[in-house]
């Protein structure tokens, strides 16, 4: 098992280094000039483009660019934008509320998904089946701004009048946050859904099923060790993978909600083009995509030890 995580740790760097080299050169190799609107309606002086230069190495090929960049970055140092705010403290300011939403909407897709897809995957062509069939249907066709405009029109004070659908606070609690992080993984729901449901269905008549049911083994036990166990490979995949794509796309819930996180960072960052702010920021998401990627590696080795031995 050591060996399978060093083997799988040491297949992260060269991932990491590429892809942040990529992000690196798609936001400061683009020709164009760096200064454009910094200065308001007139050029900047002499001095300051010196300045600027200088301190993000703008006279350095790209590759020596990127190269201290990420030296900073390895020390805690993501480095200021033009008017000299610390990305860093933006991020950490951010980030904890877009981490908080993300893993509520990750629970929220977990929980109510496997559910749904084993229950209809042990009864299929019931109506609960064919109640969750559409429901996820539903869901897959609606954008995730519509989901969201829809149950803050209609559950807050403007409709129903149910909860305080807006988020006015810089921290906002967990029961704050329950709503946008529903919509937030509404879409990803229904696909644990029916990845469950078809992984459930598929290994019913497998034989290691047979054979625990002709053991006479206990049904809660048959389902819950041998049947789930096996099918929840796909959705684990998919879900590990899925917390880095929750905390991109939370750009959208985050302004349906008014939520002050790393969305509004990024939209700021790409209005403002403060490219420092933007590699910053996607730089963490990354990170956080190839740790998810390597938890959900060893996952795979903890349910089918077989997979450690290839």
Known sequence: MGRYVLRRLLQLIPVFLGTTFIIYALVWAIPQDPFAGKCGQRPCPEGYIAEMSDKFNFDDPLVFQYLKYMGNVLTGDFGDTFSGISVGEQISTAYPTTVKLAVIALLIEAIIGITAGVLTGLRKQGFLDNLVLISTLFLISLP????????????????????????????????????????????????????????????????YVRTAIAKGQPNRRVVGVHLLRNSLIPVITFLGTDLGSLMGGAIVTEGVFNINGIGGLIF????????????????????????MSLIVDLLYAVLDPRIRYE
């Open 144 to 207: 995730v701004f519509v989901t969201g405009f829809v149950l803050r029109l209609y559950l807050g004070p403007q409709g129903l009048d149910l909860m305080d659908t807006g988020v006015d606070t810089a921290d906002p609690s967990i029961g704050q946050l329950i709503l946008p992080g529903f919509v937030l993984g509404s879409l990803s729901m229904a696909y644990v859904a029916r990845l469950t449901r078809g992984g459930i269905a598929e290994n019913r008549r497998a034989d």
């Open 268 to 291: 700021r960052g790409i209005q403002e083009k403060e490219g420092v702010m933007v590699t910053g920021i996607v730089t963490l998401l990354v990170l956080v995509y190839l740790l």
